[in-house]
T-cell receptor, first 113, second 116 residues
Framework: DQQVKQNSPSLSVQEGRISILNCDYT??????FLWYKKYPAEGPTFLIS?????DKNEDGRFTVFLNKSAKHLSLHIVPSQPGDSAVYFC????????????FGSGTRLSIRP | GAVVSQHPSWVICKSGTSVKIECRSL??????MFWYRQFPKQSLMLMAT?????????EQGVEKDKFLINHASLTLSTLTVTSAHPEDSSFYIC????????????FGNGTRLTVT
């Protein structure tokens, strides 16, 4: 049973446009969400996070939106740059038990010139 | 810069042998480290939580006698894959938290294990 789902295995976006990566979760107890970026043969790198008490968190070109009623979050990257090409993992955790992070299966983002 | 160092980055071993993977926290002490495994095109799966000075906590379905974890110091955790088989071939990644429970995990670069 996948508690964190990323239904799009891949996404291609033109450079300069907005990239939107989506993530759905099933456990309503999750209260902290994170996005990680991963290049081939490297470990994931933390990108941005959001607590369930917020619906938006912005950091430079990256914005994460959380819709708790829909159990849905999204990562917006604008403008998209070639260096953004990577696999993006959505993750969720319980704040009280933050050691156990549940990851989605990832979305491969490719930025076209 | 990298805060978690993992070694080796890749290893090839013969079936039946054991392989040790090291995970070090750089410039900070990690009482807890986490070991993940990733199969191709799949998600990172938490295998176990490594606790300094005590036994590791394994996730359901992970054989603790197969994947030995030792967290002997505040900066080093090791994962030993014992009697490796081809199905153990995977990408293993460790992580640690720099700050408190509300700080994100920092990951090592991973170890690609290939068992022939």
């Amino acid at each position: 049973d996948q508690q964190v789902k990323q239904n799009s295995p891949s996404l291609s976006v033109q450079e300069g446009r907005i990239s939107i990566l989506n993530c759905d979760y099933t456990n309503s107890m999750f209260d902290y969400f994170l996005w990680y970026k991963k290049y081939p043969a490297e470990g994931p790198t933390f990108l941005i996070s959001i607590s369930s008490i917020k619906d938006k968190n912005e950091d430079g070109r990256f914005t994460v939106f959380l819709n708790k009623s829909a159990k849905h979050l999204s990562l917006h990257i604008v403008p998209s740059q070639p260096g953004d090409s990577a696999v993006y993992f959505c993750a969720a955790t319980l704040y009280s038990s933050a050691s156990k992070i549940i990851f989605g299966s990832g979305t491969r983002l490719s930025i076209r010139p | 810069g990298a805060v978690v160092s993992q070694h080796p980055s890749w290893v090839i071993c013969k079936s039946g042998t054991s392989v040790k993977i090291e995970c070090r926290s750089l410039d900070f002490q990690a009482t807890t480290m986490f070991w993940y495994r990733q199969f191709p095109k799949q998600s990172l799966m938490l295998m176990a939580t490594s606790n300094e000075g005590s036994k590791a906590t394994y996730e359901q379905g992970v054989e603790k006698d197969k994947f030995l974890i030792n967290h002997a110091s505040l900066t080093l955790s090791t994962l030993t894959v014992t009697s490796a088989h081809p199905e153990d071939s995977s990408f293993y990644i460790c992580s640690a938290r720099v700050g408190g429970t509300d700080s994100p995990l920092h990951f090592g670069n991973g170890t690609r294990l290939t068992v022939t």
